[in-house]
Nanobody
Framework: QLQLVESGGGLVQPGGSLRLSCAASGFTLDYYVIGWFRQAPGKEREGVSCISSSGGTTNLADSVKGRFTISRDNAKNTVYLQMNSLKAEDTAVYYC??????????????????WGQGTQVTVSS
């Protein structure tokens, strides 16, 4: 059964860092683009970052550029989201999503076929 499992969320102070992981089971991520999304209470789910199947192409939302980095280790079947200089407005449930494709990744949540259950990130002093 195809599954995505996020981990690494938690409570962190403003200015702190977290690294989220998105681990796949039941399939290999080699042929999938991956997106990271987040949803804060009362808000729409928004795209944060995405990465092509090889890792050669990445995109970041303007709100996280310079602070977040997406990467992947296909040998470990895992995609990462390194989040630095966290702000209170980064507080949300973070989700990863997968789409069988090689290059094109999207910040549109409708593009993706598979989703994880999410991990909570709370930035607060």
């Amino acid at each position: 059964q195809l599954q995505l499992v996020e981990s690494g969320g938690g409570l962190v102070q403003p200015g702190g860092s977290l690294r989220l992981s998105c681990a796949a089971s039941g399939f290999t991520l080699d042929y999938y683009v991956i997106g990271w999304f987040r949803q804060a209470p009362g808000k729409e789910r928004e795209g944060v970052s995405c990465i092509s199947s090889s890792g050669g192409t990445t995109n970041l939302a303007d709100s996280v550029k310079g602070r977040f980095t997406i990467s992947r280790d296909n040998a470990k079947n895992t995609v990462y989201l390194q989040m630095n200089s966290l702000k209170a407005e980064d507080t949300a449930v973070y989700y990863c999503a997968a789409k069988r494709a090689l290059r094109y990744c999207s910040g549109n949540k409708g593009y993706y076929d598979y989703w994880g259950q999410g991990t909570q990130v709370t930035v607060s002093s």
